[in-house]
């Protein structure tokens, strides 16, 4: 199976400030399906962004997606107090479904 | 719009079988996949199974001989049985539905289960 690796495993930053999301595969993901999902504490994950750099319907255009084969990132240009959450990178290319380990991103 | 509600037991005895169920309500079964996910208590997401609207399924290899997804049109329902329980199973089960080459975008609230006796 597919390993994701994401980093950093916490990132402190203020409100305003840009936000940059690692997430590493261990083998190519195929035709980059590579989502992000954000989730807040006590609530299911959100889905972001969807084939790397696709943002799904209603995400707020702060957030982006860049990357292919095996590296990928989540940048949110502009963080807004709402933003501080966990995100997760997933791929769906390569059975199974696999999931990055998170990055939490929290207030400085 | 299409909303999923998990319903099953809090609580789950060792060595037991885990049932859950997905309610799909505001929309159709197909052409849909429909997942399930699990995260136990301070960590990350992990994929368990789906069933696609056809009833073929697909199984994260590591749970593969435990996990087994289901399908129920008429009822508008999906779903979990996890055989052979223990403690590290213990997590909030999510169900979720994914269209074809692409991710699970809708998904239900959670429901925790616990393995304890």
């Known amino acids: 199976e597919i390993v994701l690796t994401q980093s950093p495993g916490t990132l402190s930053l203020s409100p305003g400030e840009r936000a940059t999301l690692s997430c590493r595969a261990s083998?190519?993901?195929?035709?980059?399906?590579l989502a992000w999902y954000q989730q807040k504490p006590g609530q299911a994950p959100r889905l972001l962004m969807y084939?790397?750099?696709s943002r799904a319907t209603g995400i707020a255009d702060r957030f982006s997606g860049s990357g292919s084969g095996t590296d990928f990132t989540l940048t949110i240009s502009r963080l807004e107090p709402e933003d501080f959450a966990v995100y997760y990178c997933?791929?769906?290319?390569?059975?199974?479904?696999?999931f990055g380990q998170g990055t939490r991103l929290e207030i400085k | 719009q299409v909303q999923l509600q998990e319903s099953g037991p809090g609580l789950v005895k060792p060595s037991e079988t885990l049932s859950l169920t997905c309610t799909v309500s505001?929309?159709?079964?197909?052409?849909?996949?429909w997942g399930w996910m699990r995260q136990p208590p301070g960590k990350g997401l992990e994929f368990l199974g789906y069933?696609?609207?056809?009833?073929?399924?697909s199984y994260n290899p590591s749970l593969k001989s435990r996990v087994a997804v289901s399908l129920d049109t008429p009822k508008s329902q999906f779903s979990l049985k996890l055989t052979s329980l223990t403690a590290a199973d213990t997590a909030v089960y999510y169900c979720?539905?994914?269209?074809?080459?692409?991710?699970?975008?809708?998904w239900g609230q959670g429901t925790m289960v616990t393995v304890s006796s």
């Open positions: 979720a539905r994914a269209v074809d080459s692409n991710p699970f975008d809708i």
């Open positions: 505001g929309g159709s079964i197909s052409p849909y996949y």
């Open positions: 084939d790397a750099s």
């Open positions: 069933v696609y609207y056809s009833g073929s399924t």
């Open positions: 997933n791929q769906y290319g390569t059975p199974p479904v696999t």
């Open positions: 083998q190519t993901v195929r035709r980059s399906y």
